[in-house]
Protein backbone atom coordinates (compact mmCIF):
# COMPACT_ATOMS: atom_id res chain seq x y z
CA UNK A 1 0.00 0.00 0.00
CA UNK A 2 1.26 3.44 -1.00
CA UNK A 3 0.28 6.64 1.37
CA UNK A 4 0.02 9.84 -0.82
CA UNK A 5 1.51 12.40 1.14
CA UNK A 6 -1.05 15.26 1.64
CA UNK A 7 0.19 18.20 -0.24
CA UNK A 8 -1.74 21.40 -0.06
CA UNK A 9 0.47 23.15 -2.35
CA UNK A 10 0.45 20.04 -4.75
CA UNK A 11 -4.01 20.06 -4.42
CA UNK A 12 -4.23 23.87 -4.72
CA UNK A 13 -1.91 24.04 -7.71
CA UNK A 14 -4.31 20.96 -9.22
CA UNK A 15 -7.34 22.87 -8.43
CA UNK A 16 -6.29 25.99 -9.87
CA UNK A 17 -5.38 24.30 -13.15
CA UNK A 18 -9.26 22.73 -13.30
CA UNK A 19 -10.74 26.23 -12.01
CA UNK A 20 -11.34 28.26 -14.79
CA UNK A 21 -9.75 31.72 -14.96
CA UNK A 22 -12.45 33.77 -16.53
CA UNK A 23 -16.10 32.64 -15.63
CA UNK A 24 -19.64 34.24 -17.26
CA UNK A 25 -22.73 32.81 -15.46
CA UNK A 26 -25.79 34.03 -17.58
CA UNK A 27 -24.88 37.65 -18.01
CA UNK A 28 -26.32 40.44 -19.16
CA UNK A 29 -25.98 43.93 -20.21
CA UNK A 30 -28.27 46.69 -20.91
CA UNK A 31 -28.59 50.26 -21.79
CA UNK A 32 -31.60 51.21 -21.37
CA UNK A 33 -34.17 49.19 -22.83
CA UNK A 34 -31.00 48.53 -25.34
CA UNK A 35 -29.84 44.74 -24.63
CA UNK A 36 -26.28 44.30 -25.91
CA UNK A 37 -25.07 41.46 -24.39
CA UNK A 38 -27.57 38.54 -23.43
CA UNK A 39 -27.33 35.21 -21.93
CA UNK A 40 -23.34 34.75 -21.83
CA UNK A 41 -22.25 31.81 -20.64
CA UNK A 42 -18.51 30.79 -20.93
CA UNK A 43 -15.13 29.80 -19.24
CA UNK A 44 -12.14 30.48 -20.16
CA UNK A 45 -8.98 29.01 -18.47
CA UNK A 46 -5.46 30.76 -17.44
CA UNK A 47 -3.41 31.18 -20.43
CA UNK A 48 -5.72 30.74 -23.33
CA UNK A 49 -5.52 33.70 -26.62
CA UNK A 50 -8.96 34.35 -27.11
CA UNK A 51 -10.11 36.71 -30.12
CA UNK A 52 -13.27 38.38 -30.29
CA UNK A 53 -14.35 39.41 -33.53
CA UNK A 54 -18.06 40.48 -34.87
CA UNK A 55 -19.88 43.27 -36.50
CA UNK A 56 -19.63 46.69 -34.71
CA UNK A 57 -22.17 47.09 -31.93
CA UNK A 58 -22.41 43.09 -31.11
CA UNK A 59 -21.05 43.98 -27.70
CA UNK A 60 -17.54 42.85 -28.15
CA UNK A 61 -15.94 45.76 -26.75
CA UNK A 62 -18.67 45.33 -23.85
CA UNK A 63 -17.91 42.39 -23.10
CA UNK A 64 -13.66 43.39 -22.93
CA UNK A 65 -14.85 46.62 -21.15
CA UNK A 66 -16.88 44.18 -18.23
CA UNK A 67 -13.11 42.37 -18.05
CA UNK A 68 -11.17 45.51 -17.25
CA UNK A 69 -14.10 46.78 -14.91
CA UNK A 70 -14.57 49.60 -17.25
CA UNK A 71 -18.47 48.65 -17.24
CA UNK A 72 -20.53 46.05 -14.62
CA UNK A 73 -22.99 43.61 -15.61
CA UNK A 74 -26.57 44.26 -15.60
CA UNK A 75 -27.49 40.68 -14.44
CA UNK A 76 -25.79 37.56 -14.01
CA UNK A 77 -22.23 37.45 -12.85
CA UNK A 78 -18.53 37.45 -14.49
CA UNK A 79 -16.20 36.09 -12.37
CA UNK A 80 -12.04 35.86 -12.23
CA UNK A 81 -10.75 32.91 -10.29
CA UNK A 82 -13.98 32.21 -8.85
CA UNK A 83 -14.89 35.89 -7.87
CA UNK A 84 -16.76 38.91 -8.79
CA UNK A 85 -14.57 40.68 -11.05
CA UNK A 86 -13.49 43.98 -9.41
CA UNK A 87 -15.59 46.77 -11.53
CA UNK A 88 -12.78 49.02 -11.47
CA UNK A 89 -9.57 48.79 -13.50
CA UNK A 90 -6.62 47.48 -11.08
CA UNK A 91 -3.40 45.88 -12.29
CA UNK A 92 -4.53 42.52 -12.56
CA UNK A 93 -5.54 43.48 -15.87
CA UNK A 94 -3.48 45.47 -18.32
CA UNK A 95 -4.88 46.94 -21.40
CA UNK A 96 -3.94 48.55 -24.64
CA UNK A 97 -6.37 50.21 -26.73
CA UNK A 98 -6.28 51.14 -30.26
CA UNK A 99 -4.82 54.91 -29.14
CA UNK A 100 -4.60 57.74 -26.24
CA UNK A 101 -2.74 54.31 -24.29
CA UNK A 102 0.54 56.14 -23.86
CA UNK A 103 1.15 59.41 -21.65
CA UNK A 104 2.16 62.32 -24.15
CA UNK A 105 3.83 64.13 -21.44
CA UNK A 106 6.49 61.47 -20.67
CA UNK A 107 9.13 60.14 -22.14
CA UNK A 108 9.22 56.55 -24.07
CA UNK A 109 11.41 55.18 -20.72
CA UNK A 110 9.08 57.23 -18.16
CA UNK A 111 5.96 55.95 -20.04
CA UNK A 112 7.18 52.27 -18.67
CA UNK A 113 8.59 53.27 -15.25
CA UNK A 114 5.97 54.99 -13.97
CA UNK A 115 3.94 51.82 -13.10
CA UNK A 116 6.48 51.13 -10.70
CA UNK A 117 6.72 54.59 -9.62
CA UNK A 118 3.07 54.10 -8.56
CA UNK A 119 3.59 51.11 -7.04
CA UNK A 120 6.67 52.13 -4.85
CA UNK A 121 5.67 55.80 -4.07
CA UNK A 122 2.35 56.39 -3.51
CA UNK A 123 2.65 60.25 -2.60
CA UNK A 124 4.72 61.85 -5.17
CA UNK A 125 4.65 58.52 -7.66
CA UNK A 126 8.03 59.58 -8.51
CA UNK A 127 11.11 57.30 -7.85
CA UNK A 128 14.87 58.31 -6.67
CA UNK A 129 18.12 57.45 -6.44
CA UNK A 130 19.30 53.69 -6.22
CA UNK A 131 15.29 52.75 -6.60
CA UNK A 132 15.19 54.99 -9.77
CA UNK A 133 17.76 53.01 -11.25
CA UNK A 134 16.45 49.84 -10.11
CA UNK A 135 13.42 50.25 -12.00
CA UNK A 136 14.98 51.92 -15.10
CA UNK A 137 16.81 48.89 -15.49
CA UNK A 138 14.15 46.44 -15.37
CA UNK A 139 12.27 48.80 -17.71
CA UNK A 140 15.06 48.88 -20.07
CA UNK A 141 14.72 45.33 -20.58
CA UNK A 142 11.24 44.99 -21.34
CA UNK A 143 11.61 47.67 -24.03
CA UNK A 144 14.56 46.31 -25.73
CA UNK A 145 11.80 42.95 -25.90
CA UNK A 146 9.43 45.07 -27.58
CA UNK A 147 11.99 46.76 -29.82
CA UNK A 148 12.25 50.32 -28.70
CA UNK A 149 15.77 50.37 -26.85
CA UNK A 150 16.85 53.22 -29.46
CA UNK A 151 13.95 55.67 -28.69
CA UNK A 152 14.07 55.78 -24.68
CA UNK A 153 14.70 59.18 -24.91
CA UNK A 154 11.67 60.30 -27.51
CA UNK A 155 8.23 61.58 -26.59
CA UNK A 156 4.89 59.70 -27.71
CA UNK A 157 4.60 62.09 -30.64
CA UNK A 158 7.74 61.43 -32.06
CA UNK A 159 7.07 57.58 -32.48
CA UNK A 160 5.47 56.36 -35.39
CA UNK A 161 1.71 54.39 -34.98
CA UNK A 162 3.79 51.24 -34.53
CA UNK A 163 6.29 52.24 -32.17
CA UNK A 164 3.43 53.90 -29.93
CA UNK A 165 1.91 50.14 -29.96
CA UNK A 166 4.94 48.33 -28.68
CA UNK A 167 5.34 51.06 -25.99
CA UNK A 168 1.66 50.62 -24.82
CA UNK A 169 2.43 47.30 -25.06
CA UNK A 170 5.33 47.59 -22.90
CA UNK A 171 3.71 49.90 -20.53
CA UNK A 172 0.66 47.46 -19.93
CA UNK A 173 3.13 44.26 -18.85
CA UNK A 174 5.48 45.96 -16.28
CA UNK A 175 3.24 45.54 -13.89
CA UNK A 176 3.49 41.13 -14.61
CA UNK A 177 -0.41 41.19 -15.16
CA UNK A 178 -2.39 38.01 -15.28
CA UNK A 179 -4.70 39.07 -18.39
CA UNK A 180 -3.52 41.25 -20.95
CA UNK A 181 -6.67 42.85 -23.11
CA UNK A 182 -6.49 44.11 -26.42
CA UNK A 183 -9.00 46.83 -27.93
CA UNK A 184 -7.92 46.57 -31.78
CA UNK A 185 -4.52 47.35 -31.15
CA UNK A 186 -3.12 47.16 -34.24
CA UNK A 187 -6.46 48.07 -35.93
CA UNK A 188 -4.52 51.61 -37.34
CA UNK A 189 -1.34 50.04 -38.46
CA UNK A 190 0.31 49.25 -41.80
CA UNK A 191 0.13 45.67 -42.81
CA UNK A 192 3.47 45.13 -42.37
CA UNK A 193 4.11 46.63 -39.61
CA UNK A 194 1.10 44.79 -38.18
CA UNK A 195 2.38 41.41 -39.37
CA UNK A 196 5.32 42.92 -36.93
CA UNK A 197 3.09 43.14 -34.22
CA UNK A 198 1.57 40.07 -34.69
CA UNK A 199 4.87 38.08 -34.10
CA UNK A 200 6.05 40.76 -30.69
CA UNK A 201 2.71 39.71 -29.45
CA UNK A 202 2.73 35.61 -29.62
CA UNK A 203 6.36 36.12 -28.04
CA UNK A 204 5.05 38.03 -24.97
CA UNK A 205 2.25 35.50 -24.84
CA UNK A 206 4.41 32.77 -24.64
CA UNK A 207 7.50 34.50 -22.23
CA UNK A 208 4.82 35.73 -19.86
CA UNK A 209 1.80 33.33 -19.79
CA UNK A 210 -0.83 35.76 -20.16
CA UNK A 211 -4.08 35.14 -20.65
CA UNK A 212 -5.06 37.17 -23.54
CA UNK A 213 -8.60 38.60 -24.79
CA UNK A 214 -8.51 40.65 -27.96
CA UNK A 215 -10.95 41.94 -29.84
CA UNK A 216 -9.99 42.84 -34.00
CA UNK A 217 -12.35 43.45 -37.02
CA UNK A 218 -10.30 41.47 -39.13
CA UNK A 219 -11.14 37.75 -38.70
CA UNK A 220 -7.68 36.32 -39.87
CA UNK A 221 -5.66 38.45 -37.53
CA UNK A 222 -7.98 36.47 -34.91
CA UNK A 223 -7.72 33.31 -36.52
CA UNK A 224 -3.94 33.63 -36.52
CA UNK A 225 -3.17 34.64 -33.42
CA UNK A 226 -6.03 32.97 -30.76
CA UNK A 227 -6.21 29.77 -29.83
CA UNK A 228 -9.89 30.57 -29.17
CA UNK A 229 -12.22 32.83 -31.56
CA UNK A 230 -15.23 33.80 -30.69
CA UNK A 231 -18.11 35.55 -32.95
CA UNK A 232 -20.42 38.33 -31.36
CA UNK A 233 -23.30 38.16 -32.91
CA UNK A 234 -27.02 38.39 -32.19
CA UNK A 235 -29.39 34.78 -31.99
CA UNK A 236 -32.73 36.99 -32.10
CA UNK A 237 -33.48 39.70 -33.82
CA UNK A 238 -36.57 42.07 -34.15
CA UNK A 239 -36.21 44.44 -36.94
CA UNK A 240 -39.10 46.64 -35.51
CA UNK A 241 -37.20 47.57 -32.26
CA UNK A 242 -33.12 46.98 -33.07
CA UNK A 243 -32.37 47.14 -29.47
CA UNK A 244 -34.51 44.30 -27.93
CA UNK A 245 -32.23 41.40 -28.12
CA UNK A 246 -28.74 41.14 -27.13
CA UNK A 247 -25.79 39.24 -28.57
CA UNK A 248 -23.92 36.15 -27.80
CA UNK A 249 -20.97 34.30 -28.14
CA UNK A 250 -22.42 32.49 -31.43
CA UNK A 251 -19.47 30.73 -32.76
CA UNK A 252 -16.74 29.64 -29.72
CA UNK A 253 -13.84 27.81 -31.91
CA UNK A 254 -10.80 26.29 -31.18
CA UNK A 255 -7.71 27.36 -33.38
CA UNK A 256 -4.71 25.81 -34.42
CA UNK A 257 -2.02 28.01 -35.43
CA UNK A 258 -1.59 26.07 -38.79
CA UNK A 259 -5.37 26.45 -40.17
CA UNK A 260 -5.43 30.02 -40.67
CA UNK A 261 -8.23 29.38 -43.30
CA UNK A 262 -11.39 30.89 -42.32
CA UNK A 263 -14.08 27.97 -42.24
CA UNK A 264 -17.20 27.80 -44.48
CA UNK A 265 -19.72 28.60 -42.51
CA UNK A 266 -18.25 31.73 -41.00
CA UNK A 267 -17.24 33.46 -44.91
CA UNK A 268 -20.16 35.56 -44.63
CA UNK A 269 -19.03 36.69 -41.28
CA UNK A 270 -15.77 37.77 -42.66
CA UNK A 271 -17.24 39.48 -45.82
CA UNK A 272 -19.28 41.91 -43.21
CA UNK A 273 -16.38 42.18 -40.90
CA UNK A 274 -13.56 42.90 -44.02
CA UNK A 275 -16.61 45.36 -45.20
CA UNK A 276 -17.11 47.30 -42.27
CA UNK B 1 4.53 71.70 -77.69
CA UNK B 2 1.23 72.90 -79.82
CA UNK B 3 0.27 76.34 -80.40
CA UNK B 4 -2.66 76.20 -78.14
CA UNK B 5 -0.59 74.83 -75.22
CA UNK B 6 1.99 78.01 -75.62
CA UNK B 7 -2.10 80.00 -75.41
CA UNK B 8 -2.80 79.05 -72.41
CA UNK B 9 0.65 79.61 -70.83
CA UNK B 10 0.34 82.87 -71.64
CA UNK B 11 -3.14 83.57 -70.34
CA UNK B 12 -2.90 81.35 -67.17
CA UNK B 13 -4.92 83.07 -64.91
CA UNK B 14 -4.01 84.72 -61.41
CA UNK B 15 -4.16 82.06 -58.54
CA UNK B 16 -6.94 82.44 -56.46
CA UNK B 17 -6.57 84.98 -53.28
CA UNK B 18 -6.80 82.30 -50.59
CA UNK B 19 -3.49 80.39 -52.47
CA UNK B 20 -1.93 83.79 -53.32
CA UNK B 21 1.02 83.69 -49.32
CA UNK B 22 3.70 86.73 -49.39
CA UNK B 23 6.86 86.14 -49.09
CA UNK B 24 8.72 86.48 -45.55
CA UNK B 25 10.05 89.58 -46.12
CA UNK B 26 6.59 90.86 -47.47
CA UNK B 27 4.78 89.67 -44.95
CA UNK B 28 7.46 91.33 -42.34
CA UNK B 29 6.85 94.61 -44.41
CA UNK B 30 3.03 94.68 -44.75
CA UNK B 31 3.16 93.98 -40.39
CA UNK B 32 5.27 96.65 -40.10
CA UNK B 33 3.29 98.78 -42.27
CA UNK B 34 0.00 99.44 -40.50
CA UNK B 35 1.73 100.61 -37.70
CA UNK B 36 3.84 102.94 -39.89
CA UNK B 37 0.56 104.61 -41.36
CA UNK B 38 -0.80 105.30 -37.93
CA UNK B 39 1.96 106.99 -36.90
CA UNK B 40 1.83 109.32 -40.09
CA UNK B 41 -1.57 109.80 -39.63
CA UNK B 42 -0.79 111.14 -35.69
CA UNK B 43 2.36 112.91 -36.83
CA UNK B 44 0.31 115.01 -39.68
CA UNK B 45 -2.72 115.68 -37.20
CA UNK B 46 -0.80 116.36 -34.03
CA UNK B 47 0.90 119.06 -36.47
CA UNK B 48 -1.92 120.28 -37.76
CA UNK B 49 -3.68 121.19 -34.54
CA UNK B 50 -0.67 122.17 -33.02
CA UNK B 51 0.24 124.97 -36.14
CA UNK B 52 -3.44 126.18 -35.35
CA UNK B 53 -2.73 126.69 -31.69
CA UNK B 54 0.22 125.76 -29.73
CA UNK B 55 -1.60 125.27 -26.35
CA UNK B 56 -3.87 122.46 -28.12
CA UNK B 57 -4.02 119.05 -25.32
CA UNK B 58 -5.90 117.02 -27.75
CA UNK B 59 -2.55 116.16 -29.67
CA UNK B 60 0.34 116.45 -28.48
CA UNK B 61 3.45 116.29 -30.29
CA UNK B 62 6.12 113.38 -29.22
CA UNK B 63 8.57 116.28 -27.77
CA UNK B 64 5.95 117.00 -25.51
CA UNK B 65 4.95 113.49 -24.12
CA UNK B 66 8.80 113.40 -24.12
CA UNK B 67 8.83 115.64 -21.52
CA UNK B 68 5.91 114.75 -19.77
CA UNK B 69 6.83 111.25 -19.40
CA UNK B 70 10.67 112.53 -18.88
CA UNK B 71 9.31 114.71 -15.55
CA UNK B 72 7.08 111.28 -14.33
CA UNK B 73 10.26 109.33 -14.38
CA UNK B 74 13.31 110.71 -14.03
CA UNK B 75 12.24 113.46 -11.46
CA UNK B 76 10.99 113.01 -8.10
CA UNK B 77 7.93 114.24 -7.74
CA UNK B 78 7.36 117.34 -5.44
CA UNK B 79 4.98 116.46 -3.06
CA UNK B 80 6.16 112.52 -2.37
CA UNK B 81 9.61 112.89 -3.33
CA UNK B 82 9.00 109.51 -5.69
CA UNK B 83 9.56 108.78 -9.00
CA UNK B 84 6.52 108.52 -10.13
CA UNK B 85 6.17 106.81 -13.39
CA UNK B 86 7.97 103.92 -11.80
CA UNK B 87 5.97 103.84 -8.41
CA UNK B 88 2.82 103.93 -10.54
CA UNK B 89 4.22 100.58 -12.65
CA UNK B 90 5.85 98.69 -9.73
CA UNK B 91 2.46 99.26 -7.57
CA UNK B 92 0.40 98.45 -11.07
CA UNK B 93 2.25 95.09 -11.65
CA UNK B 94 2.12 94.20 -8.31
CA UNK B 95 -1.66 94.30 -8.12
CA UNK B 96 -1.94 92.01 -11.34
CA UNK B 97 0.61 89.55 -10.51
CA UNK B 98 -0.64 88.71 -6.97
CA UNK B 99 -3.99 88.93 -8.43
CA UNK B 100 -3.29 86.78 -11.10
CA UNK B 101 -1.74 84.30 -9.30
CA UNK B 102 -3.90 83.89 -7.04
CA UNK B 103 -6.24 83.62 -9.26
CA UNK B 104 -4.52 81.00 -11.61
CA UNK B 105 -4.13 78.59 -8.39
CA UNK B 106 -7.25 78.94 -7.10
CA UNK B 107 -8.53 78.14 -10.99
CA UNK B 108 -6.49 75.69 -11.26
CA UNK B 109 -7.48 73.85 -8.17
CA UNK B 110 -11.22 74.43 -8.65
CA UNK B 111 -10.83 73.04 -12.50
CA UNK B 112 -8.85 70.31 -12.00
CA UNK B 113 -10.80 68.92 -8.83
CA UNK B 114 -14.37 69.30 -10.42
CA UNK B 115 -13.24 68.04 -14.04
CA UNK B 116 -11.64 64.77 -12.54
CA UNK B 117 -13.60 64.18 -9.43
CA UNK B 118 -17.62 63.56 -10.46
CA UNK B 119 -18.38 63.84 -6.41
CA UNK B 120 -16.59 67.47 -6.64
CA UNK B 121 -18.19 68.00 -9.92
CA UNK B 122 -21.70 67.91 -8.49
CA UNK B 123 -21.75 70.06 -5.88
CA UNK B 124 -19.34 72.85 -6.95
CA UNK B 125 -19.28 73.00 -10.96
CA UNK B 126 -23.34 74.44 -11.33
CA UNK B 127 -22.22 77.15 -8.56
CA UNK B 128 -19.30 78.01 -10.94
CA UNK B 129 -21.23 78.80 -13.58
CA UNK B 130 -23.15 81.37 -11.95
CA UNK B 131 -20.83 82.72 -10.21
CA UNK B 132 -18.74 83.52 -13.64
CA UNK B 133 -21.97 84.94 -15.11
CA UNK B 134 -21.87 87.68 -12.10
CA UNK B 135 -19.99 90.76 -13.76
CA UNK B 136 -17.00 90.99 -11.38
CA UNK B 137 -17.36 94.90 -12.03
CA UNK B 138 -20.73 95.14 -10.32
CA UNK B 139 -18.96 93.37 -6.91
CA UNK B 140 -16.63 96.06 -6.88
CA UNK B 141 -18.86 98.49 -4.47
CA UNK B 142 -19.49 94.98 -2.11
CA UNK B 143 -15.98 94.48 -2.28
CA UNK B 144 -14.93 98.08 -1.18
CA UNK B 145 -17.23 98.05 1.48
CA UNK B 146 -16.12 94.42 2.67
CA UNK B 147 -12.71 94.93 2.45
CA UNK B 148 -12.30 98.51 2.27
CA UNK B 149 -10.14 100.88 -0.01
CA UNK B 150 -6.94 99.23 0.21
CA UNK B 151 -4.61 97.15 -1.96
CA UNK B 152 -6.77 94.06 -0.73
CA UNK B 153 -9.84 95.05 -2.74
CA UNK B 154 -8.27 95.76 -6.07
CA UNK B 155 -6.41 92.33 -5.86
CA UNK B 156 -10.15 90.64 -4.93
CA UNK B 157 -11.44 92.09 -8.01
CA UNK B 158 -8.53 90.43 -10.33
CA UNK B 159 -9.27 87.50 -8.14
CA UNK B 160 -13.05 87.20 -8.57
CA UNK B 161 -12.72 88.18 -12.10
CA UNK B 162 -10.24 85.93 -13.35
CA UNK B 163 -10.52 82.58 -10.97
CA UNK B 164 -13.63 81.21 -12.56
CA UNK B 165 -12.75 81.96 -16.15
CA UNK B 166 -9.55 79.83 -15.37
CA UNK B 167 -11.40 77.36 -13.34
CA UNK B 168 -13.78 76.86 -16.19
CA UNK B 169 -11.16 76.38 -18.93
CA UNK B 170 -8.85 74.26 -16.95
CA UNK B 171 -12.18 71.92 -15.86
CA UNK B 172 -12.74 71.27 -19.68
CA UNK B 173 -9.32 70.54 -20.44
CA UNK B 174 -9.20 68.64 -17.39
CA UNK B 175 -12.25 66.58 -19.37
CA UNK B 176 -10.92 66.37 -22.42
CA UNK B 177 -8.41 64.30 -21.63
CA UNK B 178 -8.57 60.84 -23.13
CA UNK B 179 -10.56 58.34 -20.72
CA UNK B 180 -8.03 55.52 -21.98
CA UNK B 181 -5.21 57.65 -20.27
CA UNK B 182 -7.08 57.33 -17.22
CA UNK B 183 -7.72 53.81 -17.43
CA UNK B 184 -4.75 53.20 -18.44
CA UNK B 185 -3.17 54.40 -15.39
CA UNK B 186 -5.34 52.70 -13.23
CA UNK B 187 -4.10 49.41 -14.81
CA UNK B 188 -0.71 50.28 -13.83
CA UNK B 189 -2.17 50.13 -9.94
CA UNK B 190 -2.45 54.09 -9.35
CA UNK B 191 -4.50 55.86 -6.97
CA UNK B 192 -6.66 59.09 -7.63
CA UNK B 193 -3.89 61.28 -6.28
CA UNK B 194 -1.01 59.86 -8.24
CA UNK B 195 -3.33 60.30 -11.39
CA UNK B 196 -3.72 63.54 -10.23
CA UNK B 197 -0.13 64.15 -9.93
CA UNK B 198 1.33 62.38 -12.44
CA UNK B 199 -1.21 62.16 -15.26
CA UNK B 200 -3.22 64.96 -14.96
CA UNK B 201 -1.40 68.51 -13.33
CA UNK B 202 1.33 67.64 -15.59
CA UNK B 203 -0.79 67.53 -18.82
CA UNK B 204 -2.92 71.21 -17.67
CA UNK B 205 -0.09 72.93 -16.78
CA UNK B 206 0.94 74.60 -20.45
CA UNK B 207 -3.27 75.07 -20.80
CA UNK B 208 -2.57 77.08 -17.07
CA UNK B 209 -0.56 79.51 -19.10
CA UNK B 210 -3.14 79.31 -21.88
CA UNK B 211 -5.78 80.10 -19.84
CA UNK B 212 -3.49 82.61 -17.76
CA UNK B 213 -2.72 84.25 -20.93
CA UNK B 214 -6.38 84.37 -22.18
CA UNK B 215 -7.28 85.78 -19.15
CA UNK B 216 -4.99 88.75 -18.62
CA UNK B 217 -6.62 91.17 -20.96
CA UNK B 218 -9.25 90.83 -18.14
CA UNK B 219 -6.76 91.19 -15.64
CA UNK B 220 -5.52 94.84 -16.92
CA UNK B 221 -9.50 95.85 -17.15
CA UNK B 222 -10.43 95.25 -13.51
CA UNK B 223 -7.07 96.57 -12.74
CA UNK B 224 -7.47 99.99 -14.27
CA UNK B 225 -10.99 100.20 -13.00
CA UNK B 226 -10.29 99.40 -9.91
CA UNK B 227 -7.53 101.82 -9.70
CA UNK B 228 -9.39 104.15 -11.51
CA UNK B 229 -12.04 104.57 -8.48
CA UNK B 230 -9.96 104.16 -5.70
CA UNK B 231 -5.70 104.21 -5.16
CA UNK B 232 -3.27 106.82 -4.71
CA UNK B 233 -0.88 105.53 -7.05
CA UNK B 234 -1.03 103.24 -10.47
CA UNK B 235 -1.03 103.02 -14.05
CA UNK B 236 -4.99 103.21 -14.01
CA UNK B 237 -5.03 105.55 -10.99
CA UNK B 238 -2.56 108.11 -13.12
CA UNK B 239 -4.30 108.25 -16.45
CA UNK B 240 -7.48 108.76 -14.64
CA UNK B 241 -5.87 111.62 -12.19
CA UNK B 242 -4.41 113.37 -15.56
CA UNK B 243 -7.69 113.21 -17.79
CA UNK B 244 -8.94 116.02 -15.41
CA UNK B 245 -6.31 118.30 -17.23
CA UNK B 246 -6.92 116.61 -20.50
CA UNK B 247 -3.03 115.86 -20.34
CA UNK B 248 -3.26 113.91 -23.03
CA UNK B 249 0.45 114.10 -23.21
CA UNK B 250 0.52 111.54 -19.65
CA UNK B 251 -2.17 109.45 -20.97
CA UNK B 252 -1.05 108.59 -24.40
CA UNK B 253 2.27 107.27 -23.26
CA UNK B 254 0.84 105.48 -20.37
CA UNK B 255 -1.90 103.89 -22.33
CA UNK B 256 1.31 102.82 -24.94
CA UNK B 257 3.32 101.52 -21.61
CA UNK B 258 0.69 99.60 -20.42
CA UNK B 259 0.27 97.71 -23.79
CA UNK B 260 3.89 97.17 -23.98
CA UNK B 261 3.84 95.45 -20.41
CA UNK B 262 0.92 93.70 -21.57
CA UNK B 263 2.95 91.90 -24.34
CA UNK B 264 5.79 91.73 -22.80
CA UNK B 265 4.04 89.71 -19.80
CA UNK B 266 2.09 87.56 -22.62
CA UNK B 267 5.55 87.05 -24.27
CA UNK B 268 6.85 85.68 -21.11
CA UNK B 269 4.31 83.26 -20.49
CA UNK B 270 4.79 81.64 -24.02
CA UNK B 271 8.13 81.26 -23.66
CA UNK B 272 8.01 79.95 -20.24
CA UNK B 273 5.91 76.83 -21.88
CA UNK B 274 7.37 76.48 -24.59
CA UNK B 275 10.49 75.98 -22.29
CA UNK B 276 8.92 73.95 -19.82
CA UNK B 277 6.51 72.02 -21.73
CA UNK B 278 7.96 71.41 -25.32
CA UNK B 279 6.07 67.92 -25.96
CA UNK B 280 2.96 70.08 -26.02
CA UNK B 281 3.87 72.07 -28.26
CA UNK B 282 4.93 69.57 -30.90
CA UNK B 283 1.99 67.16 -30.07
CA UNK B 284 -0.56 69.79 -30.55
CA UNK B 285 1.31 71.21 -33.96
CA UNK B 286 1.71 68.51 -35.47
Known amino acids: MTIIPFDKKYIDEKRAKAMPMIQAKNLWKKYGDNVVLERMNVSVKAGEFITMVGTSGCGKSTFLKMLLGMESPTSGELLLDGKSIRSEPDQSRGIVFQQYSVFPHLTVLENVIIAREFEHSPILGKLFGSKKRKVVDEA ?9 THAINRY ?15 QALIRQPRILLLDEPFGAL ?5 ADMHQLILELWREHQLTVFMVTHDLSEGFYLGTRLWVFDKLRRDNQAPGAYGANITYDLPVTRRKSEVPYELQTIAQESQDF | MRGSDDHTIKKMPMKRLINLTPSKPLKLLLGILPFALLLVVYL ?13 KLLPSFAQM ?7 AFEPSKRSGEYLFWQDTLSSLYRLTLGIFIAAILGFTIGILTGAIPTIYSPIAPLLTIISLVPPMALLPVLF ?3 GLGELSKVALIVIGVAPFIARDIQRCTQEIPLEQLVKAQTLGASTWQILVRVLIPQL ?8 RLSLGAGWLFLIA ?10 GYRIFLVRRYMSMDVILPYVAWITLLAFLVDWLLVKLSTTCFPWHYQATTK
Request: charged share 20%; no cysteine; net charge negative.
Open chain 2, 205 to 212: LPRLINAV
Open chain 2, 44 to 56: IASDARLAENAND
Open chain 2, 226 to 235: AEAIASTDGL
Open chain 1, 190 to 194: DPGIR
Open chain 1, 140 to 148: KALLESVGL
Open chain 2, 66 to 72: GDAIGNL
Open chain 1, 156 to 170: PHELSGGMKQRLAIA
Open chain 2, 145 to 147: IVF
